[in-house]
């Protein structure tokens, strides 16, 4: 099993050479990438078969992993593991209009539903999750006081982490939103009795009415009920 990342994090993988009980070790080399003509990365390699029996029955797959990954089927510590998740293909930082956010970019369904799942506990913001026309990954991104309520909760101080993505998640903390900007509304959810006014009315307009929502988001909700985006409420 190998993890490769730029050499200026390899402190980063001596910590998981200190915390792994197998022997491993990392090594350094330099190359031509698409992103740099010059590029020195650092890769810890952990060969022992015992080990990677182990990883692979906890839920890490062997081979190409990047839409079969899911989170563990057991009790784990969620907040550790999406950071890593964050560390590994996400982003921290500032908007180039000075705004915090953090985004994750993956093309694992599994874990783009989760992390909008343990984030949305957090944010009280909702996430469709759909794969973009281009390449299929799945782009999820939080911004303002929700990106710095979500990285504060993930990077703690002492925490496992990239120590770039540390410093920028820190300084997240001093973002203070600007004098007359408007906040968002919260996001109102949908509920299984709100379902069922849609389907027996099965009229944007009436449904409207009734449930006091827009007529374009009860156009969307029928619309998504009925082709199978969403599940059908149970009947009472």
């Known amino acids: ?5 730029s050499a200026r994090d390899v402190d980063l993988l001596r910590k998981f050479q200190k915390l792994t009980p197998y022997y491993s070790s990392i090594t350094e080399r330099t190359r031509s990438t698409n992103f740099a003509e010059v590029h020195t990365s650092a890769t810890w390699t952990l060969c ?15 081979g190409r992993k990047s ?8 009790e784990f510590r969620a907040r550790d593991y999406l950071r890593g998740i964050v560390d590994a293909d996400g982003s921290v930082g500032y908007t180039g209009k000075g705004f915090p956010f953090v985004s994750l970019t993956t093309a694992s369904t599994a874990v783009a539903a989760y992390l909008c799942f343990y984030a949305g506990k957090f944010t009280g913001s909702e996430r469709s999750l759909k794969r973009n026309a281009r390449d299929g990954i799945y782009n ?10 979500f990285a504060a909760h993930l990077y703690y101080e002492g925490c496992l982490s990239l120590s770039r993505k540390q410093a920028a998640a820190d300084s997240l903390a001093a973002w203070i ?22 389907l027996r009315l099965n009229n944007d307009a009436a449904a409207a009415r ?13 619309w998504r009920l009925r082709t199978g985006q969403i599940p059908l409420p149970a009947d009472r």
């Not at 078969?49 to 839920?59: C, H, P, S, Y």
């Not at 999820?140 to 309520?149: R, V």
């Open 1 to 5: 099993m190998t993890v490769e990342l």
């Open 48 to 62: 022992s078969l015992e080990a990677r029996t182990k990883l692979n029955q906890l839920g890490l797959p062997y």
């Open 67 to 74: 839409r079969t990954i899911t989170p563990p089927g057991f």
């Open 140 to 149: 999820i991104l939080y911004t303002n006081e929700k990106a710095q309520h």
């Open 177 to 198: 939103r600007p004098c007359g900007m408007r906040v968002a509304p919260a996001r109102r959810r949908w509920t299984a009795s709100e379902d069922r006014v849609l």
């Open 210 to 222: 009734e449930l006091g929502r827009t007529e374009k988001s009860c156009y969307i909700r029928l």
